[in-house]
């Protein structure tokens, strides 16, 4: 199987910044995308950012100029840097990743546990 393994959420000020990290471990065959969903409480899971096998980027237009998505992939490794943190980031922020295992040729969708951001004002 494939793991995704968050860190790095927690509670700032408004302004403040957080860096979330995931790490891929397991069956890994390839990474094709990874990125950061939230959830906030009574909506929907919505897209933060995305990382594409090839580099290319997308952001919510939420985030767009305060939040950098890179990714290590020599690592299996995304990192979410969030600058300017406002209290409607408030969410548990998910990590995702387009994956296709080594015991199979298909992509398939895993996710972490979540981590939680709470920005106060």
């Known amino acids: 199987q494939v793991q995704l393994v968050e860190s790095g959420g927690g509670l700032v000020q408004a302004g403040g910044s957080l860096r979330l990290s995931c790490v891929a471990s397991g069956s890994i065959g390839s990474i094709n995308a990874m990125g950061w969903y939230r959830q906030a409480r009574g909506k929907q899971r919505e897209l933060v950012a995305r990382?594409?096998?090839?580099?290319?980027?997308n952001y919510a237009d939420s985030v767009k100029g305060r939040f950098t998505i890179s990714r290590d992939n020599a690592k299996n490794t995304v990192i979410l840097q969030m600058n300017s943190l406002k209290p409607e980031d408030t969410a548990v922020y998910y990590c995702?990743?387009?994956?296709?295992?080594?015991?199979?040729?298909?992509?398939?969708?895993?996710w972490g546990q979540g981590t939680q951001v709470t920005v106060s004002s």
């Open positions: 990382v594409s096998s090839d580099g290319s980027t």
């Open positions: 995702h990743g387009l994956v296709v295992p080594s015991f199979s040729r298909v992509n398939r969708v895993y």
